[in-house]
């Protein structure tokens, strides 16, 4: 026994004398705080790819609130959401919270929060880290102006097309006004088009720019001399009763045509002539706008070019309520709605709108004035200079008709009047009423060059139009062929407003 006890207190004497083992122990104690080191780096790498992924999806986020001005908070804040969840899928690295969301006025605050696992800081108690990032946008608004250039020819009465184009054409001016009516930096124009274009705004319209003399080319072209000189259609409306000159001019004469040149009083073919239908023989149910007694015999051409009929005492039969109207006026529709900031004005202008028939579509015309109402120049001089830094122009044109010359090809005037008067007086070039219309869709394509030229932005719309002609210039003439719709059906054109006044609300934000 004592012997034992002898032989366990040596080996005792050997294992405390030993240091060979102290190493080991004392190595492997110092790697616990290198292997907590090592997986920290590792976690603390797996965070910031958490933290720039939810960047990412927060700027996503923050890019779509910020254009999409026609939201009301809880929209935008669903919007938001949706652009998060689309840019950090469930499936990415990290459990994400919900986004946070406010707006103050022009600040729109966003937060998110991702908790990460985390692999070996769990040894140290540390299961997980939380990240978290912040955005805040300030929406800062440009200029904008746009003009809204619509068919209002007699076409768009079938198929409910006026209806549909004024619900269009209403949230357009909903989603760029939003609950503004009067806002500082934004103004809309509506350009009705037949075949003449009123310009006898409420407010804006000077008689300095109307060639009340008849100095013009082409005016009073369609009558007698009067004393050896052309009567002014001023003068004729005077003579006629229950007749007033409504607003609506003719094309000015080539170059001007599709030109933005000032109206001058000392050049007679940059002022702008009074549209005037002539009344047509009486004698023949092939004309189409027949008011007044003709008080003489004779010929077709005798017959409308004589001055006797348009006297005080001839007060025939007017009707200037659309969409078939006889008179003068025939087929001259409301006025033009110039640059303005008021919502309910634009809007009221739209719900006006009506079809007007007879004489057919010049897209040409309605173009030119969409350009001159933006235009910082007269006639309009609302608008601000093209090259203003701090306003953006747009330009939207919606037809639903090839550019036409009608209906009267059976008669001594090849056409109905037009704002380039009769086809047979060849203002284009020809008589053939067809040959005409292909020269407007020529002059169609020089007024986009024209108007692009200025820094103009042109959305275009063929509106159930099946002309590849027609088409082909449309897409020519838009900023770009992403701008050009195709003969959007009744049901997409709302769509199609409503991505041209995102795409407009766009153009005004920064952040």
Same mark, same amino acid.
């Given at each position: 026994?004592?012997?034992?006890?002898?032989?366990?207190?040596?080996?005792?004497?050997?294992?405390?004398?030993?240091?060979?083992?102290?190493?080991?122990?004392?190595?492997?104690?110092?790697?616990?705080?290198?292997?907590?080191?090592?997986?920290?780096?590792?976690?603390?790498?797996?965070?910031?790819?958490?933290?720039?992924?939810?960047?990412?999806?927060?700027?996503?986020?923050?890019?779509?609130? $910020?254009?999409?001005?026609?939201?009301?908070?809880?929209?935008?804040?669903?919007?938001?959401?949706?652009?998060?969840?689309?840019?950090?899928?469930?499936?990415?690295?990290?459990?994400?919270?919900?986004?946070?969301?406010?707006?103050?006025?022009?600040?729109?605050?966003?937060?998110?929060?991702?908790?990460?696992?985390?692999?070996?800081?769990?040894?140290?108690?540390?299961?997980?880290?939380?990240?978290?990032?912040?955005?805040?946008?300030?929406?800062?608004?440009?200029?904008?102006?746009?003009?809204?250039?619509?068919?209002?020819?007699?076409?768009?009465?079938?198929?409910?097309?006026?209806?549909?184009?004024?619900?269009?054409?209403?949230?357009?001016?909903?989603?760029?006004?939003?609950?503004?009516?009067?806002?500082?930096?934004?103004?809309?124009?509506?350009?009705?088009?037949?075949?003449?274009?009123?310009?006898?705004?409420?407010?804006?319209?000077?008689?300095?720019?109307?060639?009340?003399?008849?100095?013009?080319?082409?005016?009073?072209?369609?009558?007698?001399?009067?004393?050896?000189?052309?009567?002014?259609?001023?003068?004729?409306?005077?003579?006629?009763?229950?007749?007033?000159?409504?607003?609506?001019?003719?094309?000015?004469?080539?170059?001007?045509?599709?030109?933005?040149?000032?109206?001058?009083? $000392?050049?007679?073919?940059?002022?702008?002539?009074?549209?005037?239908?002539?009344?047509?023989?009486?004698?023949?149910?092939?004309?189409?706008?027949?008011?007044?007694?003709?008080?003489?015999?004779?010929?077709?051409?005798?017959?409308?070019?004589?001055?006797?009929?348009?006297?005080?005492?001839?007060?025939?039969?007017?009707?200037?309520?659309?969409?078939?109207?006889?008179?003068?006026?025939?087929?001259?529709?409301?006025?033009?709605?110039?640059?303005?900031?008021?919502?309910?004005?634009?809007?009221?202008?739209?719900?006006?709108?009506?079809?007007?028939?007879?004489?057919?579509?010049?897209?040409?015309?309605?173009?030119?004035?969409?350009?001159?109402?933006?235009?910082?120049?007269?006639?309009?001089?609302?608008?601000?200079?093209?090259?203003?830094?701090?306003?953006?122009?747009?330009?939207?044109?919606?037809?639903?008709?090839?550019?036409?010359?009608?209906?009267?090809?059976?008669?001594?005037?090849?056409?109905?009047?037009?704002?380039?008067?009769?086809?047979?007086?060849?203002?284009?070039?020809?008589?053939?009423?067809?040959?005409?219309?292909?020269?407007?869709?020529?002059?169609?394509?020089?007024?986009?060059?024209?108007?692009?030229?200025?820094?103009?932005?042109?959305?275009?719309?063929?509106?159930?139009?099946?002309?590849?002609?027609?088409?082909?210039?449309?897409?020519?003439?838009?900023?770009?062929?992403?701008?050009?719709?195709?003969?959007?059906?009744?049901?997409?054109?709302?769509?199609?407003?409503?991505?041209?006044?995102?795409?407009?609300?766009?153009?005004?934000?920064?952040?």
């Amino acid at each position: 026994m004592f012997r034992r006890i002898q032989q366990f207190k040596s080996h005792v004497r050997k294992f405390c004398s030993n240091t060979a083992g102290a190493t080991a122990v004392i190595f492997g104690l110092s790697l616990i705080p290198v292997v907590i080191s090592t997986g920290a780096a590792i976690d603390l790498s797996r965070s910031l790819v958490v933290r720039a992924r939810l960047s990412q999806a927060l700027d996503a986020a923050g890019l779509a609130v $910020g254009g999409a001005m026609e939201l009301n908070e809880q929209e935008l804040e669903e919007l938001a959401q949706h652009f998060f969840n689309a840019n950090y899928p469930e499936s990415e690295l990290g459990v994400v919270g919900d986004l946070s969301f406010s707006i103050v006025e022009d600040r729109i605050s966003l937060s998110a929060s991702a908790d990460v696992p985390t692999t070996i800081m769990g040894l140290a108690g540390i299961d997980v880290v939380k990240v978290a990032v912040s955005n805040e946008i300030t929406r800062e608004t440009t200029g904008l102006e746009v003009a809204l250039v619509l068919d209002n020819t007699g076409s768009m009465a079938s198929n409910s097309k006026i209806g549909t184009l004024r619900n269009s054409a209403t949230d357009l001016i909903e989603i760029l006004f939003g609950d503004d009516p009067n806002p500082e930096q934004l103004h809309a124009s509506v350009v009705p088009f037949v075949t003449g274009v009123n310009i006898m705004a409420d407010s804006g319209f000077s008689m300095d720019w109307i060639d009340v003399d008849a100095q013009a080319e082409h005016h009073g072209e369609n009558f007698n001399l009067e004393n050896g000189a052309r009567i002014s259609h001023l003068e004729l409306f005077d003579r006629i009763p229950n007749a007033t000159w409504k607003g609506c001019v003719e094309m000015r004469a080539a170059p001007y045509d599709v030109l933005d040149t000032p109206p001058s009083a $000392g050049n007679p073919d940059t002022l702008f002539v009074p549209y005037f239908w002539p009344d047509e023989p009486g004698s023949s149910s092939r004309y189409n706008n027949r008011y007044l007694s003709d008080q003489i015999t004779g010929d077709y051409i005798t017959r409308q070019m004589s001055l006797n009929k348009y006297n005080l005492s001839n007060s025939g039969s007017i009707d200037e309520n659309p969409s078939s109207t006889r008179g003068p006026n025939m087929s001259c529709p409301d006025a033009l709605v110039p640059l303005t900031n008021d919502r309910d004005a634009l809007l009221d202008a739209i719900s006006d709108m009506e079809p007007w028939y007879n004489s057919g579509t010049n897209i040409a015309h309605g173009l030119s004035w969409g350009w001159r109402v933006l235009s910082p120049g007269a006639p309009f001089t609302e608008g601000v200079a093209y090259d203003d830094p701090d306003t953006a122009k747009a330009l939207i044109l919606l037809t639903d008709g090839v550019n036409t010359m009608c209906c009267q090809s059976d008669t001594h005037n090849d056409s109905d009047y037009t704002a380039y008067g009769y086809a047979n007086m060849e203002r284009l070039g020809t008589d053939n009423p067809w040959d005409a219309a292909d020269v407007v869709d020529e002059r169609v394509a020089e007024l986009c060059e024209n108007i692009k030229a200025e820094g103009i932005r042109l959305y275009t719309i063929t509106f159930q139009v099946s002309d590849p002609d027609l088409a082909a210039i449309f897409e020519n003439c838009a900023t770009s062929p992403e701008l050009y719709f195709d003969s959007p059906s009744n049901s997409d054109l709302q769509g199609v407003f409503r991505a041209i006044g995102r795409d407009l609300s766009n153009l005004r934000i920064s952040g």
